[in-house]
């Protein structure tokens, strides 16, 4: 076997022991990660506008502990408004069962099925555990906010010098390497998280009034849902549209007229923003293959649970970018995007001029020792 393809295998070996000794820690310790892991996505949406209040005068402590207040009042809002909307579901959630066993009876009934399938599958049973394990992830994860929001605080302070840090600390041949690495994980990642939010409020604030004007219960909880469930990609938009369609026919059957209208709203607003404004205003920024999307949804969902799914999207693409810059790894991070190489060079066209003009600036800075990157 010649040589490069024995150090392509025996790199390749080592990464799959590595990725399975990696994943074997995360799981362990879910608990102290995920609350970091949020923290930092939340520092790369939050930084810009710290940078903000800082251009128009404010000291950066004041503008983070500013930034921190307005983020825990609108939470603790958005979080009293959606625990009396879930309250109110709880209280009903009886009057909703027995409308399912209902019409799952009728069913059973039209199509000659025996109706001891109810009792063999456990359906109502399965549906309730499904709910309260739902709204226990939930509720784990609103209980570590108090360690979310002290990691965003230091990450929010400790930002100004992380660069300088990691130049000090890394000075040698492959500096700008790495500063072209971590630049490229804050844009892109930074760039995917912004217009996530902004798309997933736009959707939810749609079925929010939708749902109220077509009468359907709890409508802050769906738009809640809608808003959460979109940063998983595909499957959120899917499991959110049929959990909304089978609820709202509970609910009205059997006047089919305000089901229908309610379902169409959410399937043409799910269709029409995923499909046409999303991908518009995020491009190819990503270069994820869908393939790699959705098995990176299975595999963080396996390690952390619902919460990994809701963060498998920006971790993938910080493990891609790492891999394209790591030697003999190249091809895994080639693998891992669309396949689109021209708009690949493009970017790596901006980082080369970019790490060049930064180069020159820093050589022509006096007295400046530590390399610069983009």
Do not use: C, H
């Not at 939050?46 to 004041?62: A, E, K, Q, T």
């Not at 009396?84 to 009903?92: A, E, F, G, N, Y």
């Not at 100004?160 to 500063?179: E, F, H, I, N």
């Amino acid at each position: 076997m010649p040589e490069r393809n024995r150090k392509n295998v025996t790199n390749a070996l080592l990464f799959i022991l590595v990725v399975i000794a990696a994943g074997s820690v995360l799981r362990m310790t879910a608990g102290i990660f995920v609350p970091f892991v949020v923290a930092l996505l939340l520092g790369f949406v939050l930084n810009p506008v710290v940078s903000y209040l800082r251009r128009i005068g404010l000291p950066r402590g004041i503008a983070v502990l500013a930034v921190l207040l307005l983020l825990i009042g609108f939470g603790a809002l958005l979080g009293l408004l959606f625990y009396t909307s879930i309250q109110s579901l709880v209280r009903r959630f009886p009057v909703y069962q027995a409308r399912f066993l209902e019409m799952l009876s009728e069913l059973i009934e039209a199509t000659n099925l025996p109706p001891a399938i109810v009792q063999e599958f456990n359906i109502t049973g399965n549906l309730s555990s499904l709910i309260f394990s739902l709204s226990g992830n939930i509720a784990g994860f609103l209980g570590n906010l108090a360690m979310v929001i002290v990691f965003v605080l230091f990450i929010l302070l400790e930002i100004p010098y992380m660069r300088a840090k990691m130049m000090s600390a890394l000075q040698g041949p492959r500096t700008d390497q790495v500063a072209r690495i971590v630049t490229a994980i804050n844009v892109q990642i930074g760039r995917y998280l912004s217009v996530k939010i902004l798309i997933s409020t736009m959707t939810a604030f749609i079925i929010y009034v939708s749902f109220s004007i077509i009468g359907v219960d709890f409508p802050f909880i769906w738009a809640i849902l809608t808003f959460l469930f979109n940063f998983v990609p595909t499957i959120g938009s899917i499991a959110i549209t049929v959990a909304s369609g089978v609820f709202v026919i509970l609910q009205f059957a059997p006047d089919w007229n305000p089901a229908l209208a309610a379902v169409v709203t959410m399937t043409v607003t799910q269709f029409l923003i995923g499909n046409i404004l999303d991908p518009k205003m995020q491009g190819d920024s990503l270069n994820l293959s869908p393939v790699v999307i959705l098995l990176s949804l299975l595999l963080w969902g396996f390690l952390w649970g619902i919460v990994g799914m809701f963060l498998a999207v920006p971790l993938t693409v910080a493990i891609k970018i790492v891999l394209e810059n790591v030697p003999g790894m190249e091809w895994i991070g080639i693998l891992m995007g669309t396949g689109n190489y021209r708009e690949r060079e493009r970017r790596a066209k901006v980082g080369d001029r970019s790490g060049r003009s930064s180069r020159a600036s820093s050589e022509n800075a006096a007295g400046s020792k530590l390399p610069t990157g983009v």
